[in-house]
């Protein structure tokens, strides 16, 4: 379905529920350019929502690579599942479960996406550290300041090296019956770190 090494699906491609969030394709484009991945890595989505974090990732790490999406969402699990067919994606196993017991369960991740979960993104950044090669890469996407405060005091107390924080905000046109005009999307920053 997606013939393109280059990350960027458009939104509507991916099968979609209400209720079920998906990263938008232009923060997922910066997302995963900024985990740096390559063939065979192994990878977390963390909070994977309809899987289009998982999906991307999957295709750049390849058939040789792995990914492991977990969500506590029964529906997030079956979009993910439904998005990952669409797309032909066989390298990623979907967990239904607390973020915080499954994690300690996978094998040692290349690089790590964080995006909802709950209000436990800093314990979930904290255990992740603890499962990231070193030289590894998290990724965490945040809307809420206080997720952002939250875990930019984890990453700079597990001393982290590389960090980046970028916000994007991105406007998309539509349409009109008069032409066109842009219509603003939430903010999205976006905390990136290599472990030491």
Known sequence: MWQHRTPGIPDELFDRV???????EEVRVI????????SGQIVYDVGCGSGSISVEAA????????????????NAVELTKKNLDKFHVSNVSVILGNAMQK?????????????GTGGETADIVKLCE???????????????????Y???STIEKL??????????????SKKTSTGTMFLARNPVTIISATRI
């Open 130 to 148: 603890s499962k990231l090669k070193q030289g590894g890469r998290i990724v965490i996407g945040t809307i809420l300041v206080e997720t952002l």
């Open 103 to 115: 994690i300690s369960e996978l094998p040692m991740a290349d690089a790590i996406f964080i995006g």
């Open 59 to 74: 295709h750049q790490v390849g058939p040789s690579g792995k990914v492991f999406s977990i969500d506590i969402d029964p």
């Open 150 to 152: 939250s875990v930019l």
């Open 18 to 24: 209400e209720d079920v969030p998906i990263t938008k």
């Open 31 to 38: 997302q995963v350019s900024k985990a740096r991945l390559s």
């Open 159 to 172: 001393q982290f090296s590389s960090v980046d924080i970028i916000q994007v905000t991105i406007s998309k």
